[in-house]
């Protein structure tokens, strides 16, 4: 296993040996890698699966920041050829590098459409998940507006436990328990003008029937620590 050498310093600034990757973990079926195969109007998934997120439309495309992209709250997204979809007692692992501007509206990462399926930051301390109507809301977080911040969210197989983590932390912040079938076919908003990100998405990354524990899951953490603070 790839993972931490003698000079590391978890979560904090030294990361001369650290070398894990998110492909180090087979299952991985998206991933934007932050300042990889950007352009405002397609970033690459650098998983090896070829789900790109893309916008041909001018007026919807998002600027780059700092190797990420910077949605304005309006009506800026992206859509997949092929749909995410999860299974409904799958397990999953979803980790992202991301800065919300405000909480003035609701912040979707992704979504299938207007009430299907989404996962958001729904207020400061909320994540709300909708599996085709089957909801759940991870309440007790901080996802303050105005700093760069790190969330992973799991779901464990057959029990389709969830927990939440931040900041680099191991440390589970909250749990819930919600099956349903996740089906991703939009990036940074619920469908077209509605609940739209504002703020930057860095890198985000989703595991599909894996969920991330033990050593996998503090190389993920620190991995995104290290995204974080290159910024």
């Known amino acids: 296993m790839l993972g931490l050498g003698n000079s590391v310093t978890y979560n904090t600034t030294s990361y001369d040996d650290f070398n894990w990757v998110p492909t180090d973990v087979d299952g991985l079926v998206l991933w934007h890698k ?16 070829n789900n790109h997120a893309t916008q041909s439309t001018s007026g919807n495309q998002a600027s780059i920041d700092k190797g990420g992209f910077h949605f304005d709250g309006s009506d800026d997204y992206y859509e997949y050829s092929t749909q995410l979809n999860i299974g409904n007692t799958e397990g999953y692992t979803l980790g992202i590098v991301y800065h919300l501007d405000s909480h003035s509206v609701k912040n979707v990462i992704f979504s299938k459409d207007a009430n299907s399926t989404f996962f958001e930051f729904f207020d400061e301390d909320t994540v709300r998940i909708n599996y085709g109507g ?13 700093s760069d911040n790190i969330l992973v969210v799991t779901r464990a197989a ?15 912040v909250t749990t819930g328990t919600q099956a349903g079938i996740a089906i991703w076919e939009n990036l940074g908003i619920r469908n077209d003008n509605d609940r739209p990100f504002n703020g930057k998405i860095y890198e985000v990354m989703v595991w599909d029937n894996v969920t991330l524990t033990g050593d996998n899951l503090t190389n993920l953490n620190t991995y995104l620590t290290n995204v974080r603070n290159s910024l």
């Open 158 to 172: 057959t029990t389709s436990a969830h927990a939440l983590y931040e900041n680099g932390s191991d440390t589970v």
């Open 34 to 49: 932050n300042d990889t195969n950007i352009a405002v109007g397609q970033w690459n998934d650098s998983s090896g699966n």
């Open 134 to 146: 089957n909801v759940i809301n991870l309440n007790g977080g901080t996802h303050e507006a105005g």
